[in-house]
Structure formats: C-alpha cells, structure tokens
C-alpha cells in the first residue's frame, strides 16, 4: 500500500547546470539547424572523388553535423552539387532543388558548378546559380577537403544568422 | 602485316582510290558510294569483325568539306584499317553501316548531330548526347563556340544567351 514517492532534492543539492537557458528563439533554431544538415550529393563529375574524401574519415563531416547524406531530396536540406551541369542536365538539377523542403540552401562544390570552369561552349552551363539560388561557393579544381570544409562553416554562420520563417509570432 | 594489308589492296584495287600504311593502320580513301562493297569485302573477306568508331572532320573552306572516318578492328589478324571518305556540304549523305555492325547505331547517332553527317539507312538518328530540340551542329567549325541553348529560362539577373 506505499504509494511510490519521487525523490525531490532539496533546493541546496541542485547542480544549476542546464536549469535555464536564455536566448533568443531564432538563435536557437539557428544553432539547432546548422549542425544537423543533411547533404544531397548531386555529383556529376571528377569533383564526386574529392567528395568522397571530404566525407570520409580522416575529414569527417561528421564532426559538422553533415555526414549523412539523403538520396532523396525530400530528405534533404543542403543540396551539394558536386561537378560540371550540363544543359541537358539543368532540368533534371531544378527538379531535384524543387522537391527538397524548405529549409534548404545550396552548396556549389567546385569550379565548375561555381562558373562553368573551363568549360565555356555548348554543353555546360556557366555557373549553376543561372538555375538555382546558392548560397556558397566553393571553387578549385577540385577543391581541398579543407576548403570545403571551409565553405561548410561558412554555411553554418550563415544559417546561424538567418531568419527562420518558423520563428513567428505563435512560437 | 603487309601480306595482309598488301592482299586487302589487291582485291579492292577497282573502289579505292589512294591508299597508305601510317602507325601500323591501312588507310584507304574511297568514294562515298564504294563503302557498302568496301566494308562489307573487309568484313566478311578479311575479318574484320569489330567496328571501332565513325567520326568526321570538318575541313572549313575546302571542297568537298566533311571528310568521314571510320575504324575497324579484325581480332583474329590484330590489325586496324581506316578508311576515309569526303563528301559536299550540300548533301552530307553516306550509307549506313548497321546492316553489317549493330554498333553503328550508336556511333552514327553521335556523328549526325554532332556533324550532321546523314547516315541513309540508319532507322533512328535522333540526338544521343544532345538534347531534342539543339539547334545546329557543335563540332562543325562553324558553330559559334560560345553559343549556348539552356532548356531552363534563367533565374532573374541572369541573362539568356541569344541565339546566334
């Protein structure tokens, strides 16, 4: 018949570690999006190698918050487009950014997709932010691992610092 | 090597015109009109069984303007033969080969839209590398090497490349 009691410490035996925190609620929806991204490799060309070491263990961007990748988009939240966009294959990129859910941002890995490099004739587009919006890019041929993993925390600053529309007067 | 390639000559003496060994390959320059007698003796008379590629040159300014090129392999003699044919802006027009080889197929599609050499014969030269609706042909000297032709209408502040 002992109804079972829930121990209360006393006000004196408390630790006051993460009793309260005080931020702003965008500041908190920021840090919380920032390291949890979840990259889809659209990956064309050469670059898709240096992607592979970027995500493996002696980079990890784990470490970041960005190591699993979602191969679909509707999973997704940071579309890393990895290599040279043809115009054959600007319809199939703009399909892909359309059917991922906001929040999301775009990251342009290399030279090509940042301008086209060097190709400038027919088949290549030059620069893939004539079709979708960017929000970093990371030029070399192919980047340094260290480059991107540059361009991934510039990226985290910049998702830090936004607005986010869920952020609103009811919340 | 050259018994061979001495017995080839012989035997198509009356359908071609200058021929040469370079790089170890027999190059044969032949009329357009001779290829089916030519590729189908080299065939089934010499064994050469493996069709390697068809490609064009564009000579600008010269007459006839499009040299064509094709490559065959014989695997049981392990030797190449080339052959090369021109013809006229005007009718860019030569026999199909996927009669004797079914990888014609593919490699003629490529050499029509990238040349616009027409293959007669050939039952689908739609484009393989470039996409429905390209205007001209990209590896023709001719085409303005920055021309672009983007299936996607540019975002705002970008400017559509015009159509030259």
Known sequence: ?171 | MSALFDRIREALAPKVGESSVEHGTLVLRIAPGALLDVVGALKEQFRFDLFSDVTAVDWLGREPRFEIVWHFYSTMHRLRVRIKARVAEAEPVVASLTGMYGAAHYMERECHEMYGIVFAGNPDLRPILLYEGFEGHPLRKDYPKEREQPLVPYRAGFEMPSGE
């Not at chain 1, 290599?83 to 941002?105: D, S």
């Open chain 1, 1 to 171: 018949m002992n109804a079972p009691t829930i121990p209360i410490r006393p006000e004196s035996q408390k630790s006051g570690a993460f009793e309260y925190i005080c931020t702003r609620k965008d500041e908190l929806i920021g840090w919380a999006r920032k390291f949890s991204l979840f990259p889809y490799p659209f990956v064309t060309a050469c670059c898709g190698m240096e992607f592979m070491s970027v995500s493996a263990t002696p980079y990890d961007t784990d470490r970041f918050g960005a190591a699993l990748p979602r191969f679909t988009p509707r999973q997704s939240d940071l579309l890393m487009v990895v290599g040279t966009v043809t115009h054959k294959q600007a319809p199939i990129l703009l399909k892909v950014w359309e059917q991922m859910c906001e929040p999301k941002w775009v990251l342009a890995f290399g030279v090509c997709a940042t301008s086209g490099g060097f190709y400038n004739n027919y088949a290549a587009v030059q620069g893939i932010d004539r079709i979708i919006p960017v929000d970093v890019y990371v030029p070399g041929c192919p980047p340094r691992p260290e480059m991107v993993i540059d361009g991934i925390m510039k990226l985290q600053e910049k998702i830090a610092n936004q607005q986010h529309l869920i952020v609103n007067d009811r919340f």
